[in-house]
């Protein structure tokens, strides 16, 4: 039996930065709204033509490859994880594969949207753990911004969406006391359409619908998102999550040293905070400068966290995650 450990960790945000001011100035909201409600003080907006979903993530790649100090042709396989591909298919799994320049490794795409690094990294542990595989690349990416509805219609939305990516690498570790200890996976499609984006789709909005119809007020092809039904949710899912990996593993909140959580909203990250009853240095927040980068998120804050000296070897690291679908999920990793 092996385990599988974080080897490697890498991010990529976009130069462009767009404060709640500048948000103000295209639809009706404020500053004040955007940082009482949710934390956020400026998010990062690709600049067209410059960064996409697989870019970003190959970017952050790099340097977790260079950082896990393996070579690119070390990896056995990639695992990504996004809700806003650069194609409708192929997904970006494949396009890293072309772009890094690696050998024929599989390429698996998860659609998990704000829990999707969680599912990518807990199906690659799974793939160590078995001796399938020795080193996976596992990628969060997300652009957002070219897909919102920039008016009043979609402030809810989109004030809070910003894009980036994160990346780890994940390596067998032959200490089974060491590294990935568990990972929870969760689902509930019943409300599937509280947050979601319709179309375009092969379901109910068909890609065809666009062409025939260039329906601008059609709102099922912008993210819709019922705000307090989904935080009343995220609030139980994130306890219970955490609960159920820490009891997997006999260990206390007491015993985190680090609580990395999908950056949703800092209200929820704080509520979940007081509810285990952790302490500042106990949990890693940074949504107040790239808002929520659902799949990025994650592996993005990680990162910042690891290179500020705040996650050290034979830590406690929880990680977890709720979002659309609903999916929820947590990892616990002895660091
Ligand atoms: O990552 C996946 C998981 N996502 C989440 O967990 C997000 C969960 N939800 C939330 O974070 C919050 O529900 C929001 C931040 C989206 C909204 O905060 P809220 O406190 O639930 O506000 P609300 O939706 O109840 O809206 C309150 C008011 C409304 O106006 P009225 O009806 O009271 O006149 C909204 O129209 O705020 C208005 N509003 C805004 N005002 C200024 C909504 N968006 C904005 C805005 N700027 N951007």
């Avoid at 907006?45 to 970017?59: A, F, N, R």
């Avoid at 927040?285 to 804050?301: E, R």
Wanted: aromatic residues 8%; contains cysteine; hydrophobic residues 40%.
């Amino acid at each position: 039996m092996y385990n599988s450990k974080i080897t490697g960790l890498g991010y990529y945000v976009p130069d462009n930065v767009v404060t709640n001011n500048d948000l103000s100035k295209v639809m009706d909201t404020n500053d004040e709204w955007i940082r009482e409600r949710t934390g956020i003080e400026e998010r990062r907006h690709i600049i067209k033509g410059e960064d996409t979903t697989t870019s970003m993530g190959v970017k952050a790649a790099k340097i977790a490859i260079e950082r896990a100090g393996i070579d690119k042709n070390d990896i056995d396989f990639i695992v990504f994880a996004t809700l806003s591909p650069d194609y409708y298919f192929p997904g970006p799994g494949v396009l890293v594969q072309r772009d890094l320049g690696i050998g024929t490794v599989g390429a698996l795409d998860v659609r998990n949207q704000c829990s999707g690094f969680v599912y990518g990294i807990s199906v690659a542990d799974q793939y160590i753990k078995s001796g399938m595989y020795k080193n996976i690349l596992v990628i969060g990416s997300e652009v957002h911004s070219t897909g919102l509805d920039m008016t009043t219609r979609g402030r809810n939305v989109s004030v809070i969406f910003g894009d980036g990516a994160g990346a780890a690498i994940l390596s067998r570790e032959e200490d089974t006391s060491k590294g990935i200890l568990s990972t929870h996976l969760h689902s509930e499609g019943q409300h599937a359409e509280e947050l979601a984006l319709i179309a375009p789709g092969m379901g109910k909005r068909w890609v065809t619908d666009i062409i025939d119809e260039k329906d601008s007020n059609d709102e099922s092809y912008f993210p819709y998102m019922n705000g307090q039904f989904v935080f009343k949710n995220a609030v139980v899912r994130f306890s219970e999550v955490i609960k159920e990996g820490l009891a997997k593993n006999n260990l206390e909140a007491t015993d985190i040293n680090m609580l990395v959580p999908h950056q949703a909203n800092l209200r929820i990250a704080q509520f979940i905070q007081k509810k285990f009853g952790l302490e500042d240095k106990q949990v890693y927040n940074n949504i107040m400068k790239y808002g929520n980068t659902t799949a990025a998120s994650i592996p993005i804050a990680l990162t910042e966290a690891w290179e500020q000296g705040k996650v050290k070897e034979g830590d406690l690291v929880v990680l977890a995650a709720f979002g659309s679908g609903f999916t929820w999920g947590s990892a616990i990793i002895k660091w």
